[in-house]
């Protein structure tokens, strides 16, 4: 089936706006990641999904972001009155289960821009 | 706490040389160990893992890694590079309680000259 999905691919916005970020993980997959991937920087963990809940919010960055996922299937990133810090690439990753030894699926990533 | 660490922001090695990318890690018991690479305006691809098991694991495009348990490294390698390696290399761990969360390495670039 199709991998990882993430829409926009690009988004550009300006300062102190809203943004939302979709990720559509792979069809069965009950585990759900997002991480943020700033210039020359490592992955940064921002949230996990266990289907809909989110058992570790502990790498959200501030209140502005927040994340849902409905039907444990797609999820949303939501980030309010972005700042120019926030630019960014935002990954989203998807697992089929509990396991730790399972791999992790990215998706292409979406390419935030504040200007 | 758990950490990862690539030494080497890059590496450049010579079309047909072996190459060889550092990871060292950082983890409260056994842990499970990932190699990622990310070509350019592309997600990450997973190239191998290690879970268990004999400490040489050989993944996706003739990558292997050696797991090395007293040097607490997981070096990624490949015996003859070729240009189209060129890209971006994540190393990876996840620790087996901690099923939440991988902490990743801040990335080596690879650069291979024809």
């Known amino acids: 089936g199709a991998g990882v999905s993430q829409s926009p691919s690009n988004k550009v916005t300006e300062k102190g706006k809203d943004v939302e970020l979709r990720c559509d993980p792979i069809s069965g997959h009950t585990a759900l990641y997002w991480y943020r991937q700033s210039l020359g920087q490592g992955l940064e963990f921002l949230i996990y999904f266990q289907g809909n809940s989110a058992p570790d919010k502990s790498g959200l960055p501030s209140d502005r972001f927040s994340a849902e996922r409905t039907g444990g299937s797609v999820s949303t990133l939501t980030i309010q009155r972005t700042q120019q810090e926030d630019s960014a690439v935002y990954l989203c990753?998807?697992?089929?289960?509990?396991?730790?030894?399972?791999?992790?699926?990215f998706g292409p990533g979406t390419r935030l821009l504040v200007l | 706490a758990q950490s990862v660490a690539q030494p080497e922001d890059q590496v450049n090695v010579a079309e047909g040389n072996p190459l060889t990318v550092k990871c060292t890690y950082s983890?409260?018991?056994?842990?499970?160990l990932f190699w990622y690479v990310q070509y350019p305006n592309r997600g990450l691809q997973f190239l191998l893992k290690?879970?268990?098991?004999?400490?040489l694991v050989k993944g996706s495009y003739g990558f292997e890694a050696e797991f090395n348990k007293s040097q607490t490294s997981f070096h990624l390698k490949k015996p003859s590079a070729l240009v189209s390696d060129s890209a971006l290399y994540f190393c990876?761990?996840?620790?087996?309680?901690?099923?939440?969360?991988?902490?990743f390495g801040s990335g080596t670039k690879l650069n291979v000259k024809p």
């Open positions: 990753a998807s697992s089929p289960g509990r396991g730790s030894q399972e791999t992790q699926y």
């Open positions: 990876a761990v996840r620790a087996p309680y901690n099923f939440n969360k991988f902490y």
């Open positions: 290690y879970i268990t098991g004999d400490n």
């Open positions: 983890v409260s018991g056994n842990p499970y």
